[in-house]
Nanobody
């Protein structure tokens, strides 16, 4: 059974950094897509970054140059390094994964597994 567990959220001031982690329990696909998504209060869930089994990455325009998505060598963790944080980055951040597939889906509705989220709060 696949279980995704996020950690690393917290409260920091604008300009600070956080590193989110997602433990990928029971997840073992050769071809896959993993991603970070976020949802701010009163807003729709949006994609932040994705990485696929070819290590191809995508980023939302709002986080390009500030956030980096990565995996550990054992492919048991997914990370999101967040630098130069802004108040508008405040949201619940979710780790998500697909069943076996090549490439990543167009939006979050194509993801199959979800964690429960970790809260990121950025103060000005």
């Amino acid at each position: 059974q696949v279980q995704l567990v996020e950690s690393g959220g917290g409260s920091v001031q604008a300009g600070g950094s956080l590193r989110l982690s997602c433990a990928l329990y029971g997840y073992a696909y050769i071809y896959y897509c993993l991603g970070w998504f976020r949802q701010a209060p009163g807003k729709e869930r949006e994609g932040v970054a994705t990485i696929d089994s070819d290590s191809s990455t995508t980023y939302a325009d709002s986080v390009k140059g500030r956030f980096t998505i990565s995996q550990d060598n054992a492919k048991t963790f997914l990370y999101l390094q967040m630098n130069s944080l802004k108040p508008e980055d405040t949201a619940m951040y979710y780790c998500a994964a697909t069943v076996a597939r090549v490439g990543c889906p167009a939006d979050y509705s194509g993801m199959d597994y979800w964690g429960k989220g970790t809260l990121v709060t950025i103060s000005s």
